[in-house]
Nanobody
C-alpha cells in the first residue's frame, strides 16, 4: 500500500513554468512504476508521462513532449513533473499514479494500469 499526495499546482501565465510534486508514504516508491495524468473539466483523464522504477524508461504524451520532464528521487520517495512553456490547454487537475510493479507495461498510458492515485493538484494556465 502506498499513499500519494500531489502539490505544487497553481495559477501560471501562458509561457510560464511549474513543477508539481508527488510525495509518497507507506511504501518506498522504488518498487513502483510511476505516472502522471491530467483531467480537464468535461474531459477524460489523459496520460501525461510515465517512468519505470529507475527512470531508465520514460514515456511522454505527444501533447507535452519537449515541454515536460518527469523525474523521481527514490530516496526522498518523491516524483516530479517539470512543466515548461505552459499554455491554456494544459489547464487541468494533475494526478500522480503508482503501478504495482517496478516496470511499465505496454498499457502505461492507460489509467487502469495504475493501482494507486493521489487526490490531484490543480494547474491553471491563463492566456
Amino acid at each position: 500500500q502506498v499513499q500519494l499526495v500531489e502539490s505544487g499546482g497553481g495559477l501560471v501565465q501562458a509561457g510560464g513554468s511549474l513543477r508539481v510534486t508527488c510525495a509518497a508514504s507507506g511504501r518506498g516508491i522504488s518498487t513502483f512504476a510511476m505516472g502522471w495524468f491530467r483531467q480537464a473539466p468535461g474531459k477524460e483523464r489523459e496520460f501525461v508521462a510515465a517512468m519505470n522504477w529507475s527512470g531508465g524508461r520514460i514515456y511522454y504524451a505527444d501533447s507535452v513532449k519537449g515541454r515536460v520532464t518527469i523525474s523521481r528521487d527514490n530516496g526522498k520517495n518523491t516524483v516530479y513533473l517539470q512543466m515548461n512553456s505552459l499554455n491554456p490547454e494544459d489547464t487541468a487537475i494533475y494526478y500522480c499514479a503508482a503501478r504495482n510493479s517496478p516496470f511499465l507495461s505496454t498499457s502505461y498510458s492507460t489509467p487502469t494500469d495504475y493501482n494507486y492515485w493521489g487526490p490531484g493538484t490543480q494547474v491553471t494556465v491563463s492566456s
